[in-house]
């Protein structure tokens, strides 16, 4: 059976994680990336604007164990402050499902978050992007990221992206990132 874009995502970033590596859930959400990322890395931190998606991470994580996770009430464009180096990083673009669907990424932080993860990502390291963008402002962002990812320089970096052809509605699709050297 074909994987969905999201299980394919974990599959390419549990490849690369182990108890040294650091993470990064830039778009925590309802906190099942952080908790995927928790359970292999040595040292995860997640970002979010919302504090729902802090309370409702904070939560999963406790129900199941996990103190390795740094909670940061920011957007991902100041992963900057907080990380230095990782090996792994993963986007889910859009909204907070069951939240104030006003509140999405946006182009501009998100491509300076991505730009600041590339610059900090270990070779070897990996990124993946889950793009929904069937909703208001999903379009722009949508083409905003895949227009970045395209101008990566291909000796640094390799992109390749997963995606649905026979669906209807947005389907969400997956980009991947792998630093060369």
């Known amino acids: 059976m074909i994987q969905r874009p999201i299980h394919l995502s974990h599959e390419f970033l549990a490849e690369v994680l182990d108890k040294d590596a650091v993470a990064v ?3 925590m959400g309802n906190g099942n990336d952080t908790a995927f990322l928790a359970g292999l890395a040595g040292q995860v931190y997640a970002f979010d604007v919302q504090e729902l998606a802090l309370v ?4 999963r994580l406790a129900s199941l164990g996990l103190t390795n996770v740094h909670l940061i009430h920011a957007g991902h464009e100041q992963v900057d402050q907080y990380v230095t180096r990782l090996r792994a990083a993963i986007f889910n ?3 907070l499902p069951s939240a104030d669907k006003s509140v999405i990424t946006q ?5 300076s978050a991505l730009g600041k993860i590339l610059d900090r990502l270990e070779v070897g390291g990996r ?7 069937g909703h208001e402002g999903g379009e722009m962002e949508k083409d905003s990221v895949l227009a970045f990812v395209k101008q990566l320089d291909q000796t640094v970096f390799t992109a390749m992206l997963y995606q649905p052809l026979n669906q209807k509605n947005h389907p969400p699709f997956l980009v991947m990132i792998e630093r060369l050297k």
């Open 56 to 59: 409702k991470t904070q939560e």
């Open 25 to 27: 859930d830039a778009t």
């Open 107 to 111: 182009p501009e932080t998100t491509i």
């Open 93 to 95: 673009l859009g909204y």
């Open 127 to 133: 990124v993946s992007i889950m793009i929904y963008y």
